[in-house]
Nanobody, 121 residues
Framework: QVQLVESGGGLVQAGGSLRLSCTAS?????MGWFRQAPGKERDFVATLRSGYTYYADSVKGRFTISKDNAKNTVYLQMNNLKPEDTAIYYCAAGNTLILSTLRKANAYSYWGQGAQVTVTS
């Protein structure tokens, strides 16, 4: 069992930046981020697997996912934030994901508690 503890998030004006952190209690080969806005499904944001990074088109060029292996912590640096980025951001992790499932929430076994990100215009 892997526990994920998130930190970061908050309130920021459009164009601003925030950084989310997620520390895992155990080993996870894949760690990533999803987000869920009110009344919407949980959507893929970014993930990191075997040193490769994958991004949703909506965040490409603005968000960066990275990992500190020594700390077993994954980060999501979010720049040039837009009001449509407002959502609860969830850290996700798994060990048996194949390439075709990286963007699917139901492929991940472990989830963080969520962090609210609010971007005002």
């Amino acid at each position: 069992q892997v526990q994920l503890v998130e930190s970061g998030g908050g309130l920021v004006q459009a164009g601003g930046s925030l950084r989310l952190s997620c520390t895992a209690s155990g080993r996870a080969n894949v760690m990533g981020w999803f987000r869920q806005a009110p009344g919407k499904e949980r959507d893929f944001v970014a993930t990191l697997r075997s040193g490769y990074t994958y991004y949703a088109d909506s965040v490409k060029g603005r968000f960066t996912i990275s990992k500190d292996n020594a700390k077993n912590t994954v980060y999501l640096q979010m720049n040039n934030l837009k009001p449509e980025d407002t959502a609860i951001y969830y850290c996700a992790a798994g060990n048996t994901l194949i390439l075709s499932t990286l963007r699917k929430a139901n492929a991940y076994s472990y989830w963080g508690q969520g962090a609210q990100v609010t971007v005002t215009s």
